[in-house]
């Protein structure tokens, strides 16, 4: 599990007030909506913004891939990296 994976596991809990979980009792392949943690689309909206205020990324709910990104930790953390590496090779 990566220390991005880690953080975003812990964003979850706090921004959702998923105070009986840990980051360990999240499987990051498991789905995060209807099976797996039982999100439902506000909760999504929250994350959304919780994962722009922490890591700058920004989630058009337009864009076609908007529900593959949020489909567990493991593809958030991979959506994440690439925007931040993005980030990075704009900055240069």
């Known amino acids: 599990m990566s220390e991005l994976e880690i953080q975003i596991k812990q964003l979850i809990i706090d921004s959702l007030d ?3 979980l840990t980051a360990l ?3 990051s392949e498991a789905p995060l909506f209807n099976e797996g943690l039982g ?3 506000i909760d999504a ?3 959304g913004m919780a994962l722009q205020q922490k890591f700058g990324v920004r989630v058009d709910a337009e864009d076609e891939n ?3 990104h949020f489909s567990s930790v ?3 953390a991979n959506f994440v990296a690439v925007h931040q590496r993005e980030q990075e090779g704009l900055g240069r």
Do not use: H, T
């Open 18 to 20: 998923l105070e009986e």
């Open 45 to 47: 909206l929250e994350l």
């Open 74 to 76: 493991q593809a958030l």
């Open 66 to 68: 908007v529900k593959s």
């Open 39 to 41: 999100l439902d689309s």
């Open 25 to 27: 009792d999240i499987c």
